[in-house]
């Protein structure tokens, strides 16, 4: 497998493998560079099969960093955001050897292991020996010639999970794929996250096929459509919530978009409403809704069409079923397991509950009605935010909205909602808006008793809208 992905990147030679802060780098360049990264490492200590931090978004230095180490068979902890909280987290867990940084200016190594010999948190049964070979973390693969990868959950909802994933199945699984004709290379832009399970689908979906990944410094709106404009983005990856910040701003009037032929969202549910918008901004454009999980990794998908929310999973590596209304996954990339966490989330046979509730056609489309967590039980009666929202797009004094459960001594919870407006509206005349626009659209228990006027809908870097509102403004 190392072989052949050598060879292929050899064999691209001069085709442009990264555009990296405007600057064209060949294969050939990113090669010379995967190889000088594995040298420096060495020389700084690492040991192959051990437990590295590589802190730092998408750079030539990064994207040579994960591939040195993919091919030393050592254990990649990509973190785009690296708080003391989150380092704490991974050396108790994962206990990483090093800490790889990649900024702008360069970049530097530091030695963990040695640091925490020091503070007296080094456990001798379980710390790494001079070869590496007892790491705990790779001792989990269950393949001593094997490199891995550990992802961190959003943690929306306390402390981060921390996923194992075998990377060399994530690898050998793209190299499956024929590389593409020179002429038929595809530019792609990275816009989900260095650490994030799609944004690493992307990288080598696009790196192991002869492709070209753009790499932006920042995730504005404005700098994504800009780039598009001037590299000719034929495949813009992103999120519901993007797209929408995209319109909302106008960017995509502001730049020339025309060169898109593919739009693929994922990360969150689509609503119906929403991706009508979509399809009449980018009416040439085809719109796929993308399918993953952090510990199933990123299903081949086929939408019923660009005006569907309705796709279907048509991965031979991926089975799925639906139990209780909720989808269940089992994937041949599937995680080895949480280093953190009770895997409650598994079966007795291995199937992943993805906590996504859907319901399945006839002719065996799914539609994501919304996350069982986010359920809203308001006296009995429960509500998934994903549908009011949809209602309420409908409105054209309404930009964007999220709908979340506040609790209620009364009924248990109560419906409340962020709104952006389209126009200058005080919080009377939208409520009076919202609920003459919902009456006799949704049942009497679905109209929002709390309605908060906000500038901007709150997003995580992962791309989704933020349900948890502790400090929302109420009446």
Same mark, same amino acid.
């Given at each position: 497998?190392r072989?052949?992905?050598?060879?292929?990147?050899?064999?691209? !030679?001069?085709?442009?493998a990264?555009?990296?802060?405007?600057?064209?780098?060949?294969?050939a360049?990113?090669?010379?560079?995967?190889?000088?990264?594995?040298?420096?490492?060495?020389?700084?200590?690492?040991?192959?099969?051990?437990?590295?931090?590589v802190?730092?978004?998408?750079?030539?230095?990064?994207?040579?960093?994960?591939?040195?180490?993919f091919?030393?068979?050592? &254990?990649?902890?990509?973190?785009?955001?690296?708080?003391d909280?989150?380092?704490? #987290?991974?050396?108790?867990h994962?206990?990483?050897g090093?800490?790889?940084?990649?900024?702008?200016?360069?970049?530097?190594? +530091?030695?963990?292991?040695?640091?925490?010999?020091?503070?007296?948190?080094?456990?001798?049964?379980?710390?790494?020996? @001079?070869? !590496?070979?007892?790491?705990p973390?790779?001792?989990?693969?269950g393949?001593?010639?094997?490199?891995?990868?550990?992802?961190?959950?959003?943690?929306?909802?306390?402390?981060?999970?921390?996923?194992?994933?075998?990377?060399? &199945?994530?690898?050998?699984?793209?190299?499956?794929?024929?590389?593409?004709?020179?002429?038929?290379?595809?530019?792609?832009?990275? &816009?989900?996250?260095?650490?994030?399970?799609?944004?690493?689908?992307?990288?080598?979906?696009?790196?192991?096929v002869?492709?070209?990944?753009?790499?932006?410094?920042?995730?504005?709106?404005?700098?994504?459509?800009?780039?598009?404009?001037?590299?000719?983005?034929l495949?813009?990856?992103?999120?519901?919530?993007?797209?929408?910040?995209?319109m909302?701003?106008?960017?995509?009037?502001?730049?020339?978009?025309?060169?898109?032929?593919?739009?693929?969202?994922?990360?969150?549910?689509?609503?119906?409403?929403?991706?009508?918008?979509?399809?009449?901004?980018? @009416?040439?454009?085809r719109?796929?809704?993308?399918?993953?999980?952090?510990?199933?990794?990123?299903?081949?998908?086929?939408?019923?069409?660009?005006?569907?929310?309705?796709?279907?999973?048509?991965?031979a590596?991926?089975?799925?079923?639906?139990?209780? !209304?909720?989808?269940?996954?089992?994937?041949?990339?599937?995680?080895?397991?949480y280093?953190n966490y009770?895997?409650?989330?598994?079966?007795?046979?291995?199937?992943?509950?993805?906590?996504?509730?859907?319901?399945?056609?006839?002719?065996?489309?799914?539609?994501?009605?919304?996350?069982?967590? +986010?359920?809203?039980?308001?006296?009995?009666?429960?509500?998934?935010?994903?549908?009011?929202?949809?209602?309420?797009?409908?409105?054209?004094?309404?930009?964007?909205?999220?709908?979340?459960?506040?609790?209620?001594a009364?009924?248990?919870?109560?419906?409340?909602?962020?709104?952006?407006?389209?126009?200058?509206?005080?919080?009377?005349?939208?409520?009076?808006?919202?609920?003459?626009?919902?009456?006799?659209?949704?049942?009497?228990?679905?109209?929002?008793?709390?309605?908060? &006027?906000?500038? #901007?809908?709150?997003?995580?870097?992962?791309m989704k809208?933020?349900?948890s509102?502790? !400090?929302?403004?109420?009446?």
């Amino acid at each position: 497998m190392r072989e052949e992905l050598l060879r292929r990147f050899e064999d691209f !030679g001069t085709r442009t493998a990264l555009f990296d802060r405007g600057t064209a780098v060949t294969y050939a360049e990113l090669l010379k560079r995967i190889r000088d990264t594995r040298e420096r490492l060495a020389l700084h200590g690492v040991k192959p099969r051990e437990t590295v931090v590589v802190h730092g978004d998408y750079s030539l230095d990064s994207v040579a960093t994960l591939f040195a180490l993919f091919l030393d068979r050592n &254990v990649v902890v990509p973190v785009v955001t690296l708080t003391d909280t989150t380092l704490g #987290t991974l050396v108790e867990h994962c206990r990483p050897g090093h800490l790889v940084r990649t900024t702008e200016a360069g970049t530097e190594i +530091e030695d963990l292991a040695g640091a925490r010999d020091r503070d007296g948190g080094a456990d001798p049964a379980t710390a790494p020996d @001079p070869d !590496g070979a007892a790491d705990p973390v790779h001792g989990r693969l269950g393949d001593p010639d094997a490199a891995g990868l550990v992802l961190l959950s959003s943690g929306s909802t306390g402390a981060p999970k921390v996923i194992l994933h075998s990377l060399d &199945v994530l690898v050998g699984e793209k190299l499956e794929k024929r590389p593409r004709r020179r002429e038929n290379a595809l530019n792609i832009l990275m &816009v989900l996250m260095f650490d994030h399970i799609g944004g690493i689908n992307s990288l080598l979906s696009t790196l192991l096929v002869g492709g070209t990944a753009v790499l932006p410094r920042q995730r504005t709106p404005d700098e994504i459509c800009a780039l598009i404009e001037r590299h000719r983005i034929l495949v813009l990856p992103t999120s519901p919530t993007y797209l929408n910040l995209i319109m909302v701003g106008g960017y995509h009037r502001v730049h020339d978009l025309s060169s898109l032929r593919l739009i693929t969202y994922g990360t969150e549910p689509m609503s119906e409403e929403l991706l009508l918008r979509v399809r009449r901004t980018f @009416p040439g454009v085809r719109l796929l809704q993308t399918f993953g999980t952090s510990e199933t990794g990123i299903a081949t998908t086929t939408s019923e069409s660009s005006t569907s929310t309705y796709f279907k999973i048509s991965d031979a590596g991926v089975e799925y079923r639906i139990v209780d !209304g909720e989808l269940q996954l089992r994937s041949r990339t599937q995680f080895l397991g949480y280093l953190n966490y009770y895997d409650d989330s598994l079966t007795e046979d291995r199937w992943f509950r993805t906590g996504d509730l859907v319901e399945e056609a006839a002719d065996g489309f799914l539609r994501i009605k919304g996350r069982a967590k +986010e359920v809203i039980n308001v006296g009995g009666e429960k509500l998934l935010p994903l549908e009011l929202e949809s209602v309420l797009m409908g409105s054209p004094l309404v930009e964007d909205c999220v709908v979340y459960g506040r609790p209620n001594a009364i009924t248990g919870q109560s419906v409340c909602v962020d709104i952006k407006p389209t126009g200058e509206l005080t919080r009377a005349a939208l409520r009076k808006h919202v609920t003459e626009f919902l009456a006799g659209r949704v049942e009497p228990f679905k109209i929002p008793s709390k309605i908060n &006027v906000v500038d #901007t809908i709150a997003m995580s870097d992962r791309m989704k809208k933020l349900r948890s509102r502790p !400090g929302a403004d109420e009446e």
